[in-house]
């Protein structure tokens, strides 16, 4: 895990068959400023002082955890088959 100046602190990536997904932990004044229903956009996150490269979406919020923020993004070293590149598509 690597941990910034602002105390955020970005897990190892990891994978499945179709994305990658990184955890992103934020100190709790940070935390503060990440809205409750709803999932932030690439310039909401950034504004808060995530900083990742580019293509990471912020896809889902786990309630009991909010200070973690979970992203994902298509993984770029496999083929995609034909069937799942809509599904590619709808979540990039």
Do not use: C
């Not at 994978?15 to 690439?42: F, S």
């Amino acid at each position: 895990m690597i941990t910034d100046e602002k105390g955020i602190q970005y897990s190892d990536k990891f994978y499945d068959d179709v994305y990658e997904y990184r955890h992103v932990y934020l100190p709790k004044e940070i935390a503060t400023k990440v809205p409750k229903n709803r999932l932030m956009t690439e310039k909401e996150w950034r504004a808060i002082g995530i900083q990742q490269s580019l293509g990471w979406v912020h896809y889902a919020i786990h309630n009991p955890e909010p200070h973690i923020i979970l992203f994902r993004r298509p993984r770029t070293d496999v083929p995609v088959a034909a069937g799942t590149k809509k599904a590619h598509a709808q979540y990039a």
